[in-house]
């Protein structure tokens, strides 16, 4: 369970909920970059959502129902998680990724599909799910990705699939103006934050200042802050 968000108001503002259960984390504030590291048991902790300073962000909701088309076909195919380690890590670019997509097949993980919004500092958005397919959004009004895939809508049903959060979500942005903030994006997060798999992590990146918002366990009062350059 996640929330993504991207608006492209009078700035593009990147807001990121991170829902897990019984997965261990951690957020690290870096000179250059910001981001959630989870606890891997086989690689250790990896470095999966958040920005960096030359504007991206990476946010990789889990996808509800698990699609097997997204099960990898051999030990060389390419890897969702790994692309956006490469967007985050600035190794390759969004242009890049999208280059790549659009040309191979990506994968997830046995058993489960990891689906990717990635934003770049311009507000370009790329939506990728291993095994349907991919959406590049050239610099949308705004952009929302929780749990089910885009290319399904409500036409699978799945508990965790989040379409009350995504409605939520769009309600708000459709009745915001171009003003559209920090403190705008965080009351979105606390309205489609979760308790059931709660929400460990919210996080918002004001991608024209360089400055990465985020508060841990729905301590909305305890917000800190990391400029990134």
Same mark, same amino acid.
């Given at each position: /369970?996640?929330? #993504?968000?991207? #608006? ?6 990147? *807001? ?6 019984? %997965? ?25 959502? *958040? ?8 946010? %990789?909701? $889990? ?6 088309? #997204? ?10 998680? %790994? ?27 046995? *058993? ?41 809508? #409500? $036409?699978?049903?799945?508990?965790? %699939? ?9 309600? /708000? ?21 979760? $308790? ?6 919210? /996080? ?6 360089? /400055? ?18």
């Amino acid at each position: /369970m996640c929330t #993504s968000i991207v #608006s492209n108001g009078n700035k593009t503002i990147v *807001g990121w909920n991170l829902d897990i259960l019984d %997965m261990e984390y951690k957020v690290v504030a870096e000179n250059d970059k910001v981001y959630i590291a989870i606890n891997d048991k086989k690689e250790g902790w990896l470095p999966l959502f *958040g920005a960096n300073a030359r504007g991206d962000f990476v946010a %990789m909701p $889990t996808c509800w129902p698990f699609d097997e088309r #997204s099960n990898p076909a051999n030990a060389d195919c390419k890897n969702v998680i %790994m692309l956006d380690i490469d967007l985050l890590l600035s190794k390759k670019t969004l242009g890049e990724i999208k280059d790549i997509v659009e040309c191979e097949p990506v994968y997830s993980v046995p *058993g489960v599909t990891f689906q990717s919004q990635l934003s770049d500092r311009a507000g370009n958005v790329l939506q990728i799910v291993p095994g349907q397919g991919i959406r590049y959004l050239p610099k949308p009004k705004y952009s929302v990705l929780t749990n089910f895939s885009p290319f399904k809508g #409500s $036409t699978e049903q799945h508990p965790w %699939m989040g379409w009350d959060r995504y409605n939520k979500a769009v309600e /708000m942005l459709e009745h915001n103006n171009e003003g559209f903030d920090v403190s705008d994006c965080f009351e979105i997060l606390k309205q489609t934050a979760q $308790t059931i798999c709660p929400t460990v992590v919210s /996080m918002v990146f004001d991608v024209a200042d360089n /400055m990465v918002y985020w508060c841990e366990n729905r301590n909305w009062d305890k917000i800190q802050k990391k400029k990134i350059s």
